[in-house]
């Protein structure tokens, strides 16, 4: 008898034709979003700016970075301010502002804004940098009206130099590194964001061509932005809580004068002293009009540049020395406590 099982054989080989994929479909094309889409994406991120400088006032627009109020804009916007207020035009809501740092050698500042919380943010690219021909958008409020105007445009150039002049004190500053863009940014602009056709903000409104008429517009429009990664390097500094560099972080240090380098011939010999403030720190040294600032802290005054580079990494509570020569040649010392000044 033969017991019932299972016999193993070796399987069979069975050749299954696998027919080649389907090829690929072609990429759809990315279709930029329209103006209005891109304006309703960027304008709740943008709040307008009005910086009090006594009896005078500036409007200047800022843009959003985190929901809790941190707001990238120009630093001559505020800078001199004693006061500064910001207003969502996207929900009306107003703002106290303080000014967290700052770097006036590439006119960027950061804020925060009080009480803030649940704000839309702006989407950033710092790369690539937009090339020339690329399509762009400035938005910002014009003319100080607090409405969020857009100006669209093109990129003209990168790396731009251009010296630019400020609308309250008609200072000259020198600006490198700069966006130069086809669009006519008003005055009122300024700190608002440059987005590309997507409404990701490529730059920062610092500086347009305006013509005498506020109501013309200069033919081509002519304006200028700092690019993104720039204006958050400012920002990545102002973080760290610590000055460095051309940043300076925090409440403003005062001393109280005004100041032109003086020169000897050739040789610059301190700071003369062109105006002594009322009730500041200075006013209680005996320093005096025609006075040359020749130390701060025991470190020597060469030039203006000096001596703010010296204050500017000071902070206000601080006790310095300040050596000068009066009128007659004599020299003279006097410690002083600074004192909380406007952003410089």
């Known amino acids: 008898m033969v017991a019932a099982g299972l016999v193993l054989t070796a399987p069979a080989t069975v050749e299954i034709a696998v027919p080649p994929p389907p090829p690929a479909a072609p990429a759809l094309p990315i279709v ?14 943008v709040v307008t700016l009005t910086a009090n400088r006594g009896w005078r006032g500036i409007s200047g627009t800022g843009i959003v970075l985190t929901a809790d109020g941190t707001v990238l804009t120009n630093h001559h916007v505020v800078t001199g301010a004693t006061d500064i207020s910001a207003v969502s035009p996207h929900t009306g809501a107003s703002y106290d502002v303080a000014v967290l740092g700052y770097d006036s050698t590439l ?33 910002g409020n014009a003319d ?5 105007v857009p100006a669209p445009g093109t990129i003209v150039a990168v790396d731009k130099t251009v010296s630019v002049r400020d609308s309250m004190d008609g200072s000259l500053r020198r600006l490198r590194g700069m966006l130069q863009v086809s669009a006519a940014i008003r005055p009122g602009d300024s700190g608002g ?49 610590t000055s460095a560099g051309t940043v300076h972080v925090g409440p403003t ?25 009322y009730g500041t720190p200075a006013a209680g040294t005996g320093l005096e009009i025609g006075d040359v600032i020749v130390a701060f802290d025991g470190r020597p005054v060469s030039t203006t540049v000096d001596l703010e580079d010296m204050l500017m990494a000071r902070r206000p509570g601080d006790s310095v020395e300040i050596g000068w020569l009066d009128v007659t040649g004599r020299h003279r010392t006097a410690r002083v406590v600074l004192d909380v000044g406007p952003p410089r």
């Open 32 to 45: 930029p979003p329209t103006a209005e889409e891109v304006s309703a994406r960027i304008a709740p991120a």
């Open 107 to 139: 006119d960027i500042a950061v804020l925060q804004l009080g009480s803030a919380a649940g704000l839309p943010v702006a989407a950033v690219t710092e790369t690539p940098l937009p090339q020339p021909g690329s399509p762009v958008t400035a938005f």
């Open 144 to 148: 100080g009206g607090g409405v969020v």
């Open 193 to 241: 964001p440059l987005v590309d056709a997507f409404g990701t903000v490529v730059g920062v409104n610092t500086a347009g061509a305006v013509e005498p008429d506020p109501a013309a517009v200069p033919d081509p429009p002519e304006a200028y932005a700092v690019p993104i990664g720039t204006a958050l390097d400012v920002v990545d500094q102002v973080r760290t809580g």
């Open 253 to 277: 240090p005062l001393l109280g004068v005004s100041v032109t380098t003086d020169r000897t011939g050739n040789e610059e010999t301190g700071a003369e002293v062109l105006w002594v403030g």
